[in-house]
């Protein structure tokens, strides 16, 4: 089994920045992708960003330019530097990764999820 430890979230204002982490432990043989989805009250569940195992990244268009996903493989950690902030940011933003795990192969494991709130 693998477990996704997510950290970072929190209030903050317009404007401002956020740096969310999200470490992985257990039976990883490999990380192949990893990511952010956020999901706000009464939305769909949506792709943020994505980062692949060679440093590849994709970007949600509506925090292009903003947000920054980056990786540490030594670590098996993920993280989001999220700069100039808005309100229609605010939501539960989950952690994904694609694993191949030593005793399960191939596995899509999600984070619990860390509440990001921006006020005007």
């Known amino acids: 089994q693998v477990q996704l430890v997510e950290s970072g979230g929190g209030l903050v204002q317009a404007g401002g920045s956020l740096r969310l982490s999200c470490a992985a432990s257990?039976?990883?043989?490999?990380?192949?992708?990893m990511g952010w989805y956020r999901q706000a009250p009464g939305k769909q569940r949506e792709l943020v960003g994505k980062i692949t195992a060679g440093g590849t990244t994709t970007y949600a268009s509506s925090v292009k330019g903003r947000f920054t996903i980056s990786r540490d493989n030594a670590k098996n950690t993920v993280y989001l530097q999220m700069n100039s902030l808005r309100p229609e940011d605010t939501a539960v933003y989950y952690c994904?990764?694609?694993?191949?795990?030593?005793?399960?192969?191939?596995?899509?494991?999600w984070g619990k999820g860390t509440l990001v709130t921006v006020s005007s």
């Open positions: 257990g039976s990883i043989f490999r990380l192949n992708a």
């Open positions: 994904n990764v694609d694993i191949i795990d030593y005793d399960l192969g191939r596995m899509d494991y």
